[in-house]
Structures are given as C-alpha cells and as structure tokens.
C-alpha cells in the first residue's frame, strides 16, 4: 500500500507539471490544498505566509486535516458547515477562530473553493485561503499614537488592529504599536486578550483580498496543470461521470413517460 506521504507527492505531481511548488511558494497569502481523495483528506501543500501566520513548519502540516488548527473555542456550527460545504463540493466564506502552534487564538476570514478538473468535473482539490481580520480604527475613538489617534512607525501610518478578536492595550511606545498592529507580523502578535466568543465579521476589503487571493493561485494552478494536460478550473465546466448517468436516465424516464402517455391518449380517443 503506497504511504500518505506518496500519496501527497502524487497529488501534485500527477496534477500539475514541475515548478507549481515554486511558483505558489512566490505567492504571498495564506492558503493550503487539500486532497479529498485521499484518506483523512489532508493538505498537500501550505504556502509560506500560512506557515508563518500559523507558526508551524512545513513538514508539521503536510498529511494534516485542517481541523488540528481547531481548538476548545472554534465554532462546531461554523465548522459543521465547511463540512457540508466538502460534501456538497462547494465554496464557503466564513469567520472562524484558528489557533497557533502555540496555543493562541485569533480570527480569520476562511475562504474554500473547490478545483474542479475541466475534463470530467471531478474536484481534485480544495483550495482554502485564510485572511487574518482586522479592523481600520477610528480616528476620533482612542486610537493609539499620535495626531487624533492615527497610528504611526517611523511616519508610515498603521491603520489597522485585530477586530472583534482582539481588546487593544493603549501605549506610547512606538516600537510597542507596530509589533501590535503590523499586518505583515501576525505569528508575533500577542493574542492573550482574543475575544473568543466572537462573532468578528470580515471586512469588504478582507473578504476582496481573500477573492484575489483566489484568482491569483488559480492562476498558477491553471497555467501548470494545462502544461500537463490536465486543465483544472475552480468552475465546474462538465459534469461528473454520475451526473452524466443520472441526467441520460431522467431523459430516458420523461422520453418513456411522454411516449405512454400518448400511447394511452390515443387509446382512449374515439374513432
């Protein structure tokens, strides 16, 4: 029996031509590739800014379910429906608290597509994208720093701390403000005082960066699986071998039922 770890290479490797890997390593967002046909449906590949959000190493998430970034505060409803959304094949966009390697929890915007396969509909893979949540402050409200509560780093303005997942702690200490409130640093970032209950709502600019996200990776996934002539989409183009079967048979029955019908019809007709 071929090992999970045989099983991970060749799910890339099967799917998409040499230097996908690279390529998806240039990219800067979080996300990971699942394989649903795998047992467990683990991840296949974690890109660089997840490792770094999440704190793990590579080698510590392949073969993973992404249900060990879970913990005792993760929403089951919100978790039962990414779930259901796996079964039915289909995207979802939703909050969700993940946690660290090292325990600490925060908010995230999670963003699954599946990838289908353009030559028989079948998802080869689940795409999720994870968009920290962060809110811009406001201005006239306590903002921490200077001028009316703009925050600063050197003259470069930081406009945006954790959202409802996070009670800021005020301070002068500039150095102390941009290791708070860098985008850029979230592993670092102390979430001792996470409002776990939530719910913390993404913005309209998080969920358009975790859209772009998308595009930008399928981008890459297209353009090296059409090099090994296996073309994927994240739009079913085709359907499934069953679904196939199933629409022939429907045809099939309302043909037969419609045939029946004018058979009894004339039958019944006076001559």
């Avoid at 079948?122 to 962060?134: D, K, T």
């Avoid at 009670?167 to 005082?193: F, I, K, P, Q, W």
Wanted: glycine content about 8%; aromatic content about 8%; charged content about 25%.
């Amino acid at each position: 029996m071929e090992s999970q770890l045989g099983l991970i290479e060749k799910s890339f490797n099967v799917k998409y031509s040499d230097g996908v890997r690279e390529a998806l390593d240039e990219l800067p967002d979080s996300f990971t590739i699942t394989d649903p046909s795998i047992s467990g449906h683990p991840i296949v590949y974690a890109s660089r800014g997840f490792l770094k959000v999440f704190g793990y190493s590579k080698n510590e998430v392949l073969g993973k379910n992404g249900r060990v970034f879970q913990g005792p505060k993760t929403n089951r409803r919100s978790v039962m429906a990414i779930r259901e959304a796996i079964r039915e094949e289909r995207g979802i966009q939703i909050s969700l608290l993940n946690y660290r390697k090292d325990g600490t929890p925060f908010w995230m915007l999670f963003n699954m597509c599946p990838v289908y396969s353009e030559k028989d509909g079948r998802v080869v893979h689940f795409l999720g994208i994870q968009v920290p949540i962060l809110r811009r402050r406001n201005s006239l409200g306590g903002g921490i720093g200077r001028n009316g509560g703009v925050c600063y780093d050197g003259g470069n303005c930081r406009e945006y701390v954790y959202k409802c997942c996070r009670r800021e702690v005020c301070s002068n200490s500039t150095m102390e403000v941009d290791r708070a409130l860098s985008v850029d640093t979230v592993s670092g970032l102390d979430h001792t005082e996470v409002d776990v209950e939530g719910p913390c709502e993404a913005s309209d600019q998080e969920k358009t960066k975790a859209s772009v996200a998308v595009n930008n990776i399928m981008s890459v996934l297209a353009n090296y699986s059409e090099l090994n002539g296996r073309l994927v989409s994240d739009r079913r183009c085709c359907q499934s071998g069953m679904s196939l079967l199933s629409a022939s048979l429907n045809i099939s029955f309302e043909l037969t039922h419609t045939y029946q019908t004018c058979q009894l019809s004339m039958q019944v007709m006076p001559s």
